[in-house]
C-alpha cells in the first residue's frame, strides 16, 4: 500500500520561496523513484522534477534553476523548494511514486498559489 500526504503549500508573493514536503509510507522507499507534478486552474498534470532513489534530481525546462528536489529516505520524505516563484507556478502540487510522466500513485495535493 502506497500512502503519500503533501503539505507546505500555501499563499506567496512573487518572487517568493515555498517548500513543499510529501510523507511517505512506502515499503522499501528507498528503492524507487519519486517525482513532483503540478495541475493549474484548467489544465493538465504537468511534470515538475523527479528523483532517483540515490537522489539525482531532474526538472522540467519551466522551473530549473528556481526549484530544487530532495529526498530523506530514512524519514521516508521527499522536498521541494521553490525559489523565485512566479505567477505560473500557481498550481496543486502532487507527489507521486516514478520518477518521469503523470502517472503512478500520488497523494492529495497541496495548493500552491503565487500572487503578482
Known amino acids: 500500500e502506497v500512502q503519500l500526504v503533501e503539505s507546505g503549500g500555501g499563499l506567496v508573493q512573487s518572487g517568493g520561496s515555498l517548500r513543499l514536503s510529501c510523507a511517505a509510507s512506502i515499503a522499501n522507499f528507498a528503492l524507487p523513484g519519486m517525482k513532483w507534478i503540478r495541475q493549474a486552474p484548467g489544465k493538465g498534470l504537468e511534470w515538475v522534477s523527479g528523483i532517483t532513489s540515490s537522489g539525482k534530481a531532474f526538472y522540467a525546462d519551466a522551473v530549473k534553476g528556481r526549484f530544487t528536489t530532495s529526498r530523506d529516505n530514512a524519514r521516508q520524505t521527499l522536498y521541494l523548494q521553490m525559489d523565485s516563484l512566479k505567477t505560473e507556478d500557481t498550481a496543486v502540487y502532487y507527489c507521486?511514486?516514478?520518477?518521469?510522466?503523470?502517472?503512478?500513485?500520488r497523494g492529495q495535493g497541496t495548493q500552491v498559489t503565487v500572487s503578482s
Open positions: 507521486a511514486t516514478e520518477i518521469a510522466g503523470t502517472g503512478g500513485e
